[in-house]
């Protein structure tokens, strides 16, 4: 059974320090793996998404790497600002598209 | 073009009541998806539907919840009667389709659900 961790559960840091967030999953046979963001009452943002067959990708200040035979992924934030303040999360995709979430790293970035 | 809908976006009943949330998928998307977000937890899916036919409902607790997907658009996810555990925020997804994998998932904003 897929089980997705992510560390830490939250992190609170000064506005400009770059950010490290982990992902671990048990199981190597994804298809893909993805970074969502979530704001307080509002539904999932898909930030970046890694297919199985890739390394890293990255979208502005954000750059995700995806190790499948580990089983880890980290998201890195350049540069942090209050506005990044949110839940992320991890999941990873198995058959029918069923995605697998990761309780969630907690960022707070204060001015 | 249009995001997920749902509602209502919150809802306040207390134990042993009845609760149903509505979700309008994407226009032209096959497959919706529920899932559950109990506080501090990743979303947790309930239930998949391509169309109107159910792929994957094994985490949908059957004795309470029941969902349907009428003509393979709108769908309602019933809770009945509501337990305190109840209480969590319900999402919904739609995508294009689910043999193409890895398709992109976008979810509505969620009904938030408090159980008293």
């Known amino acids: 059974k897929q089980e997705v961790t992510q560390i830490p559960a939250a992190l609170s840091v000064p506005e400009g320090e770059n950010l490290v967030l982990n992902c671990s999953f048990t199981d190597s046979a994804i298809y893909n793996l993805q970074w969502f963001r979530q704001d307080p009452g509002k539904g999932l943002t898909s930030l970046l998404l890694?297919?199985?067959?890739?390394r890293e990708q990255t979208s502005g200040r954000l750059n995700a790497s995806l190790d499948k035979s580990s089983g880890r992924s980290t998201l890195y934030i350049a540069a942090s600002q209050p506005g990044d303040s949110a839940t992320y999360l991890c999941a990873v995709t198995g058959g029918y598209n069923k995605l697998i979430f990761g309780a969630g790293t907690r960022l707070a970035v204060h001015p | 073009e249009a995001g997920v809908a749902q509602s209502p976006r919150y809802k306040i009943i207390e134990k042993r009541q009845s609760v149903a949330f509505w979700c309008n998928p994407i226009s032209g998307h096959a497959t919706l998806y529920w899932y559950q977000q109990i506080l501090g937890q990743g979303p947790k899916l309930l239930i998949q539907f391509q169309n109107n036919g159910v792929v994957d409902d094994s985490q949908l607790p059957k004795d309470r919840f029941s969902a349907e997907r009428l003509k393979g658009v709108d769908s309602t996810l019933k809770i009945q009667p509501a337990k305190l555990e109840d209480s969590a925020v319900y999402l919904c997804?739609?995508?294009?389709?689910?043999?193409?994998?890895?398709?992109?998932?976008?979810f509505g904003p969620g009904t938030r659900l408090l159980v008293l």
């Open positions: 890694i297919q199985s067959s890739q």
């Open positions: 997804a739609s995508s294009l389709d689910t043999t193409g994998w890895g398709e992109t998932q976008y």
